[in-house]
């Protein structure tokens, strides 16, 4: 009942009648509450990967129920698929087959066995001496070799003085460290600690098992903290390096030291990768890791951490964005409606770069014939776009107003890839960089110390910036600490 009826009735029918429609109108307003609320705590109940920002590890088991429809959906897909391009399973025609290539000949440890046919057919015997038909068939087996640890000795001699009387001890030779442990033993450590995710108890196993050297986890623990003094000024010029770039995707996720709650950030380019365990997820956090004057591109998640940049600074990661507007779908009434408008222009504007994905990897300024070309056809995206979220700010709905309101103070920072070249429209690539430290928080359960905070910023960028470049980590980490041991400069990760 509209509050003008509800005044024409409490007039004709008197005070008594004022009361009741007053009463009328307080129900129908707590009901109208209570609904959004039970649609509220609908929605926190069925948030998911497709619709939020948590994890798919985190996502409800299937009911039995669910698994037969989706196994109906995806039977039903692949149905329309082969109708419309029938082929048979396997290796279709045209397919170009992969096979190991043979090793070289210097590559051999030992000369080629040539092997004899026993019998043939008719009953005549081989002895070699018969004539040679075609090229040898030949057939290579790769094999560990037993691995026997390498161990070397130095005997320093304690000789008298004949001058003054007393014992002089000699040093090491360059490059020897007290250590009873090399550096090619030290990067192989922090490989399996870093890249392979093995516990100190594992690497010890694994050292004792297959190398026959007897490891006990507090020297393995050792060894790890001698890398990782190696590594602190590598990760520092990387730091730099990251605060100087032209763009950069950034990502923090949650971290525990000592059980307490930390996040670990990162921030990444295509040939660098710095990560930074710090005890706040705020804007001093982010300017920590990007630097107070950062003047690049940043591509995030919406995180309100990064709004000190300048909106035009930023590109707001649409990946993220189709999630929100997943479950702004999920809504019933006028804002599920919004929703699916908004998410179907999101599929167009993904289909839109798809086209220009190829040539835009050559774009290198602004008038860039493909950038431009990107722009003429996301413009009527753009604009259809913006009026729908308009629609939603001045809707009665006050959640999908304050969504869609927000969305509309970054409006710009949405569309940054259609405008600077190299700039990608998701933040997918700093979601992959976490990928790997997020198994290890779950393996190991974060760190006991800043020590161990320093250990894992500093291997963790080591490890995913010698992927990037094509590097092997653990010969990086070799070299570092072989010229650590000869006082020489240690190798750097950042490209002249």
């Not at 109940?45 to 959906?73: G, H």
């Not at 990782?228 to 995707?249: F, G, M, N, Q, Y």
């Not at 990444?268 to 107070?292: N, S, W």
Request: charged share 25%; proline share 6%; glycine share 8%.
């Amino acid at each position: 009942m509209e509050r003008s009826e509800a005044e024409a009735v409490a007039l004709a029918g008197g005070e008594p009648a004022r009361e009741l429609v007053g009463r009328l109108l307080d129900a129908l307003g707590d009901v109208a509450g209570l609904q959004e609320r039970i649609e509220e705590l609908e929605r926190q109940v069925n948030r998911n990967s497709r619709n939020s920002s948590v994890a798919p590890s985190s996502d409800p088991p299937l009911t039995r129920q669910q698994r037969r429809q989706l196994a109906r959906e995806r039977a039903k897909k692949e149905l329309e698929r082969q109708r419309r391009e029938p082929r048979a399973q396997g290796a279709q025609p045209g397919h170009e087959g992969a096979s190991r290539p043979p090793a070289e000949p210097e590559q051999l440890t030992a000369g080629p066995v040539e092997c004899l046919p026993q019998q043939c057919g008719c009953g005549h015997r081989f002895t070699g001496g018969e004539e040679h038909v075609g090229e040898p068939v030949t057939h290579q087996q790769w094999e560990l070799p037993v691995v026997v640890p390498e161990v070397r000795e130095w005997r320093r001699l304690r000789l008298a003085c004949p001058g003054c009387g007393r014992s002089a001890l000699a040093e090491l030779p360059a490059g020897v460290s007290s250590s009873a442990f090399g550096p090619r033993l030290h990067a192989h450590v922090a490989v399996l600690a870093g890249v392979h995710r093995l516990s100190r108890e594992k690497i010890a196993e694994l050292l004792r098992e297959s190398y026959g050297i007897e490891v006990s986890t507090g020297a393995v623990d050792t060894m790890l903290r001698r890398v990782s003094r190696v590594l602190h000024d590598p990760w520092r010029e990387l730091h730099e390096a990251i605060k100087t770039a032209e763009a950069v995707h950034a990502d923090e996720t949650t971290w525990l030291c000592r059980s307490d709650p930390c996040w670990l950030w990162t921030a990444t380019t295509a040939a660098l990768v710095c990560y930074r365990i710090d005890p706040r997820r705020t804007q001093e956090a982010a300017k920590r890791l990007l630097g107070e004057n950062f003047g690049g591109f940043v591509t995030s998640d919406r995180y309100v951490g990064y709004h000190w940049l300048d909106v035009l600074q930023q590109q707001l990661c649409w990946a993220h964005l189709v999630r929100q507007l997943t479950d702004l779908s999920e809504r019933s009434g006028k804002p599920g409606q919004l929703g699916h408008r908004l998410l179907e222009l999101a599929g167009e504007v993904f289909a839109c770069h798809r086209q220009h994905v190829g040539a835009l990897a050559d774009a290198d300024h602004p008038d860039h014939p493909a950038l431009i070309a990107l722009r003429e056809q996301l413009q009527p995206l753009r604009e259809t776009f913006h009026e729908l979220l308009k629609q939603g700010a001045e809707g009665k709905h006050a959640k999908t107003a304050r969504f869609c309101s927000g969305i509309l103070e970054e409006y710009d920072a949405l569309w940054t890839f259609a405008d600077v070249p190299g700039i990608s429209p998701t933040n997918n690539d700093a979601e992959r960089a976490m990928r790997g430290p997020v198994v290890l928080r779950r393996i190991s359960g974060g760190t006991q110390s800043e020590r161990g905070n320093r250990w894992i910023e500093r291997i963790l960028s080591t490890i995913e910036t010698c992927r990037r470049q094509g590097r092997s980590a653990q010969a990086y980490l070799h070299d570092a600490i072989d010229a650590s041991l000869h006082s020489r400069p240690i190798p750097t990760l950042v490209p002249s």
